[in-house]
C-alpha cells in the first residue's frame, strides 16, 4: 500500500482515561468525521479501563482508528507511545476535550508542502470557534517563521502539526507529571535550536473549552507554572538564548502584579499566588538536585 501523502491529511494522535472525559472524547471523534481535511487516521493511545475510548473511536471511525491500550501515564509519554503507529508524513496532537472544524485541516497540505516547515501552530479557539481558549492571547497574524520568544505565545499542543518522524516529547513534562505542561513548547523550542522552520498560522482553528486563571484550580496552575519554568529554562540553556528567560521574567511580574491588584478578590489572587509558586518550585529544582 502507498505511503499516505499530504493531500491525504494528517494522522492524529490523541489520548484519553474515558470515565466523565468520554463525552468530550466522543464529540472530538464525530468532529473529525465532519472535518474534510482529516484523510488520515486517529491513533488512541486508550488508558480507559474499559477499553471504552477505544470502542468510540473505532465504532464512529472503523478501519481508520487505530487504539493502543495503555496503562495511566503522562500526556507526553501517551503520545510517544504512539510514535511508530504513525504512517503520514504529518502528525496532529488534539487533546480528548478538543474538536475540529471543517476546515480546520484545510492549509495543512500547501503549508507543509514546503520541505523547510517541520511544524506548524494554529489557533485555539472556543468550540464555537469565535473567542480565544487560552490563557495566552493568540497573534493575530500568520507567521513564517517563530522566533523562541514568539514560540513561547503560539505552541499548543491541540494546534501542533508537526512532520514525522521527526518528534518526541519530554516524557518529564506534561499533564500527568509535576511539571505539568509545557511539553509542546519544549519539543517546539527544540526545533527552533536545530535550524528548523516553525510557522504560525492563524486560520487553523482547533477548538477546545475556554482556559481561564480564574476558573483553573490553583493546584492545576501551580503544576502548569512549574512545567512552563522548566521549559523556560531549558530552552535558554539550549539555544544561549535570554528570549526563553525574558517571557518568563515578564510572566512572573504579571503574577505578582496580579497578586497586588486583586487583594479583595481572594480565588483570583490565590491563582495568581499559585502561578508565582509553581514558578518558585522550579527555579528551585536544581538548588534541591533535580534537574529543570
Request: glycine content about 10%; overall charge positive; hydrophobic content about 45%.
Amino acid at each position: 500500500m502507498a505511503a499516505p501523502s499530504l493531500r491525504d491529511g494528517p494522522d492524529l494522535v490523541t489520548t484519553s482515561r474515558g470515565g466523565d472525559r468520554l463525552p468530550a472524547f466522543t464529540t472530538l471523534v464525530r468532529s473529525l468525521v465532519a472535518c474534510r481535511g482529516f484523510g488520515g487516521r486517529l491513533i488512541v493511545v486508550d488508558q480507559s479501563p474499559d477499553g471504552a475510548v477505544g470502542a468510540v473511536a473505532t465504532a464512529l471511525l472503523g478501519a481508520r482508528a487505530e487504539v493502543i491500550p495503555a496503562a495511566p501515564c503522562g500526556i507526553a509519554r501517551a503520545r510517544n507511545l504512539a510514535h511508530a503507529a504513525v504512517r503520514a508524513p504529518v502528525v496532529g496532537f488534539p487533546d480528548d476535550d478538543a474538536c475540529y472544524f471543517p476546515d480546520t485541516l484545510d492549509p495543512l497540505a500547501e503549508a507543509f508542502a514546503d520541505p523547510s516547515l517541520q511544524a506548524l501552530c494554529g489557533r485555539l479557539v472556543d468550540p464555537a470557534g469565535t473567542a480565544p481558549a487560552g490563557m495566552a492571547r493568540a497573534q493575530p497574524h500568520d507567521r513564517p517563521r517563530l522566533s523562541l520568544w514568539q514560540a513561547f505565545w503560539s505552541a499548543n499542543s491541540n494546534t501542533l502539526f508537526v512532520r514525522h518522524p521527526g518528534w518526541r516529547f519530554a516524557e518529564d513534562l506534561g499533564a500527568g507529571t509535576p511539571l505539568g505542561s509545557g511539553e509542546e513548547t519544549d519539543l517546539v523550542c527544540r526545533l527552533i535550536t536545530t535550524g528548523g522552520r516553525v510557522a504560525y498560522a492563524h486560520g487553523v482553528r482547533v477548538g477546545h473549552p475556554v482556559v481561564t486563571t480564574r476558573g483553573t484550580p490553583p493546584a492545576k496552575l501551580r503544576s502548569y507554572a512549574r512545567g512552563y519554568t522548566a521549559t523556560a529554562l531549558r530552552a535558554a540553556r539550549r539555544a544561549r538564548s535570554a528570549a526563553p528567560l525574558a517571557h518568563l521574567g515578564l510572566t512572573a511580574a504579571a503574577a505578582v502584579a496580579g497578586v497586588l491588584r486583586t487583594p479583595h478578590d481572594a480565588p483570583l489572587r490565590r491563582a495568581y499566588a499559585a502561578r508565582l509558586a509553581g514558578i518558585a518550585d522550579a527555579l528551585l529544582r536544581p538548588l534541591l538536585g533535580r534537574t529543570p
